[in-house]
């Protein structure tokens, strides 16, 4: 028998990543008394199961942030070529430079604007090849595979395919200036630059012309750092096709369990080869995304997508060949329910609500998971309880509805109606008409405050008439009412079956469709100030009509006899603005000066009337009643005979005056 000595014949093994070798697993070097030394695995500490399977050992991790596992490397600084993908706006226009994506020798290209309708965001993405400190080439890769290179030929710029196109081809090649700190690149050919001229690329021999003809490009390679997170990211809806980040409502503190596999068989060097696996800890039970996790306590802002905590590890027996898959115990405490649109859906609560007993509906934050607010229940998303026992002063229960209040609150009500007053249908489609805010069915015994009762409290000459006229309680204040609204008492108990109703496109049409009879107009015939008719947009993921609008379009209402008829009219629709920091303002329905109404940002726009006579101004209301009156007779260094023309300022406080001497 022969005595190795453990200290001379052992070697000390660290953990390789097998995908990237600027990856690196975090660890520490320890060493015994014996002068054996060993390396800490960061991921090995606190792990929650450990298996083999098929000669590979199996570690699953505790719930981690990811940084606390592994590093990576810093990027070296590139030498030589660089490369970096980027848009080409124009600096004059401010359009996108966008190519045809075509399977063909020469790919057309065009100029677009920012938000244009029907444009593939790839088309706008080109690589800019910085071959050395002098030259460049202009490529673009099409969801054909394709590779297309701007080429120089007989004094034209076009974008063309050929795989014998490469680094050395001359013609592809352009002398250029890059401003990196602007973001800002210049391209030139023999001594001439390009310019965009009508949407064209062309060259320009007048070298000066420098300062106005460049792309504004985004040059980001000085600004690639490592990041290490695994995020929940969410989006500002800005467009379908932009990708605007929101910080306030996105996650990089996520922890995760990770599933780490070693192959321990063939073994070279001192390290030891090992993959590294991301688990599912924000998807749900059914694989969904959302965000759902009553345990995880966040503010409304941030999303709660903590849904999974790993447990265990099954490959078979602890053998070298276990099972061909693998498998992963999980615990969950949320359950999927899907409600689709347009339809009843009769769901289940499970035995056990933890860490809850039983939870209000209002508790839920079902409004922030897509449900739909509405004016009345008709109009809202509903749920219906199969069990009813509340009998409230002769009033049965109808359902439970989600309502939106004036301060922009959403909250579920519990609609009450009187079977011998009124319909099913009616309660269910009369719009908001009376509630009240505490959930406790014995304030109906309790009297009534006018702020309670009325939206707007009425005037009263002392508090004894305003006393005389306040309803005592709430079974007062509903007496002679069809139905009435409170804050919901539905709670979800355990092992216990609701129903629910999503409002959908369909439901949404028969409501349109009832009310036939008393449209005056759908949808607008635009015009431009020459009468001509305008292209209307058609947005192809909800299939409705888009009307863009600017300071030189128009439509009229044809039937307008029936609004002077009845003196009434409710108008419906859309609004979006690309950039809503900026200022806007828009005219809807009227004028500016005394009929209509508009949505502004800034409150330019009033209903007053100004008219100057000589010297004095005069200003009216809509009425013609008159409201105040200026002149300048008075001022001072003041000589003039007539005011020509009036001016206001952004808030009305002040008018400035063109005079005639």
């Known amino acids: 028998m022969e ?42 500490e606190n792990i929650v199961d450990r298996k083999i399977n098929n000669y590979s050992s199996m570690y699953l991790t505790d719930k981690k942030t990811l940084d606390n596992i592994i590093s990576v490397d810093e990027l070296p600084e590139l030498e030589g070529v660089k490369v970096f993908n980027t848009s080409l706006i124009d600096n004059n226009t401010g359009l996108y430079l966008t190519l045809s994506s075509v399977s063909a020798d020469v790919a057309p290209y065009y100029f677009t604007e ?26 673009h890769r099409s969801r054909y595979r394709n590779y297309y290179y701007l080429r120089y030929d007989n004094n034209s710029l076009n974008f063309v395919t050929d795989p014998d196109i490469g680094l050395a081809t001359n013609s592809c090649r352009f002398n250029y200036v890059l401003d990196a700190a602007n973001n800002k690149l210049a391209l030139f050919k023999n001594s001439s630059i390009i310019q965009v001229q009508n949407n064209i690329l062309s060259l320009n021999p007048n070298i000066n012309s420098f300062k106005e003809n460049y792309f504004n490009v985004n040059y980001y390679i000085q600004e690639v750092y490592p990041k290490i997170n695994t995020s929940w990211v969410s989006y500002n809806p800005i467009h379908k096709n932009i990708y605007d980040v929101n910080p306030i409502s996105s996650r990089k503190d996520l922890r995760n369990n990770y599933l780490i596999s070693t192959q321990y068989s063939y073994i070279t060097g001192n390290e030891i080869k090992a993959n590294i696996l991301t688990l ?22 941030v999303p709660s ?17 276990g099972d061909y898959c693998i ?28 860490p809850y007993e039983q939870i209000n509906i209002n508790d839920l934050k079902w409004d922030k998971m897509g449900a739909i607010a509405g004016e009345n229940p008709y ?46 249908a009616s309660a269910l489609s009369t719009s908001f008409n009376y509630s009240y805010t505490d959930p406790n069915i014995s304030l109906f015994l309790e009297r009534l405050s006018s702020s309670e009762y009325y939206d707007v409290p009425f005037p009263y000459n002392s508090l004894e008439e305003e006393y005389s006229v306040t309803p005592q309680n709430i079974k007062s204040a509903v007496y002679g009412r069809t139905f009435y609204d409170k804050v919901s008492d539905v709670v979800i108990k355990p092992n216990s079956e609701y129903i629910y109703y999503r409002v959908g496109n369909n439901y949404v049409k ?38 863009v609008f600017d300071n030189n379009t128009y439509s009229i209402i044809d039937n307008y006899e029936e609004i002077n008829n009845t003196h009434e009219f409710t108008i419906s629709f859309f609004y979006k603005s690309n950039d809503w ?47 105040d009156k200026a002149s300048l007779v008075n001022e001072n260094n003041i000589s003039t005979t007539k005011i020509k023309e009036i001016y206001r300022t952004d808030h009305m406080d002040s008018f400035y005056t063109i005079n005639i001497q």
């Open 3 to 44: 005595i190795l000595n453990l200290e001379s014949y052992s070697i000390a093994l660290s953990t390789s990543y097998e995908g990237d070798i600027d990856i690196n697993f975090l660890s520490r070097k320890d060493s015994t008394e014996e002068g054996l030394t060993f390396f800490r695995e960061r991921y090995l």
């Open 114 to 139: 920012k938000y244009q309708k029907f444009v593939d965001p790839s088309d706008r993405i080109f690589e800019i090849v910085l071959v050395d400190e002098y030259e460049a080439q202009i490529c």
């Open 280 to 301: 599912k800890n924000q998807t749900t039970n059914k694989n969904y995304k959302y965000r759902s996790n009553y345990l995880e306590h966040i503010n409304d802002d």
């Open 305 to 321: 997508v903590d849904n999974r905590t790993y447990t265990g590890l099954f490959t078979g027996n602890e053998q070298e060949k």
């Open 327 to 354: 498998s992963l115990a999980y615990e969950f405490y949320n359950n999927d329910y899907r409600f689709s649109s347009d339809k009843y859906t009769t769901f289940k609560t499970p035995e056990s609500l933890y």
């Open 379 to 424: 109009l809202a998303d509903k749920i219906f309880q199969k069990i009813i026992t509340d009998n409230i002063v002769g009033a049965e229960y109808l359902c439970s509805w989600l309502h939106k209040n004036r301060k922009g609150e959403f909250v579920w009500l519990d609609r009450f109606y009187y079977p011998i007053k009124t319909t099913y």
């Open 510 to 547: 028969d409501v349109i469709k009832s009310i036939e009879e008393s449209l005056i107009q759908s949808g607008l015939t635009a015009r431009n100030s020459n009468d001509s008719i305008i292209r209307e947009y058609i947005v192809t993921d909800t299939d409705e009509i888009e009307y």
């Open 581 to 627: 920091t900026k200022k806007n303002g828009y005219q809807i329905i009227g004028n500016l000066n005394h009929i209509g109404f508009g949505v502004f940002e800034d409150r330019k726009i009033t209903p007053m009337i100004t008219i100057q006579n000589d010297n004095r101004v005069y200003v009216y209301n809509s009425d013609f009643t008159l409201l």
